[in-house]
Structures are given as structure tokens and as C-alpha cells.
């Protein structure tokens, strides 16, 4: 059973900065694609970020490239989103999802597991 683990949320004002981490169990997942998809209150989930196994693909959604920036440590099975010039439309519950694609992609479709979000509220 594989299991994702969100830690790293929390209240921050705008401007502001916050790194969120995701963990997971199966040390097997470390060679797959993972993502950061979002779900404000009231909308759609939409996705955010996302890396290919090698870490050297990436792919993120145009309301977040130049401020968000999303990176993996395969050796400590951890996948992290680092969030700048945080905005309010940036407020939602943040989820970590892993593929079992090699490569990053937008698709939630394509994302097996999901682990059970962390809250970012970016307010003043």
C-alpha cells in the first residue's frame, strides 16, 4: 500500500513564502512521476506541479511558473514544492499524487495515488 504524506502547510501572507514536502512509503514509487495538484474551496482540483523520475522534467501550471518550483530527493523518497510570492488565489488544499509514468504530466488521470492534502492559506 503506497501512502503520500503532505506536511509543510499553514497561514502566510501574501508575498510570502512556504515549502510544502510530500513522503512516501514504497521505496518502489522513488522512480516514478509525482505531482502537486490544488482544490480551492468551491472549485475543481487543478494541477500545479509536476516531475518525471529523473528529476530532470518538470512541468507546472502557467498561474505558478517563476514562483513555484518543485523538486525530489529519489535517495529519501520525498517530493517538495517550494511556493514564493505566495497569493491569495493561492489559497487551497494542497495534495501530492504519484504516478506510475515516468514522466511529469498535468493529467490527474494519470495519477495513481494521492495522499490526503495540507491547507495553505495565503491571507493578510
Known amino acids: 500500500q503506497v501512502q503520500l504524506v503532505e506536511s509543510g502547510g499553514g497561514l502566510v501572507l501574501p508575498g510570502g513564502s512556504l515549502r510544502l514536502s510530500c513522503a512516501t512509503s514504497a521505496r518502489t514509487f522513488s522512480r516514478y512521476a509525482k505531482g502537486w495538484f490544488r482544490q480551492a474551496p468551491g472549485k475543481e482540483r487543478e494541477f500545479v506541479a509536476a516531475?518525471?523520475?529523473?528529476?530532470?522534467?518538470?512541468v507546472y501550471a502557467d498561474s505558478v511558473k517563476g514562483r513555484f518550483t518543485i523538486s525530489r530527493d529519489n535517495a529519501k523518497n520525498t517530493v517538495d514544492l517550494q511556493m514564493n510570492s505566495l497569493r491569495p488565489e493561492d489559497t487551497a488544499v494542497y495534495y501530492c499524487?504519484?504516478?506510475?509514468?515516468?514522466?511529469?504530466?498535468?493529467?490527474?488521470?494519470?495519477?495513481?495515488?494521492w495522499g490526503q492534502g495540507t491547507q495553505v492559506t495565503v491571507s493578510s
Open positions: 516531475i518525471g523520475w529523473t528529476g530532470g522534467n518538470t
Open positions: 499524487a504519484a504516478s506510475r509514468g515516468f514522466i511529469a504530466t498535468r493529467s490527474p488521470r494519470e495519477y495513481d495515488y
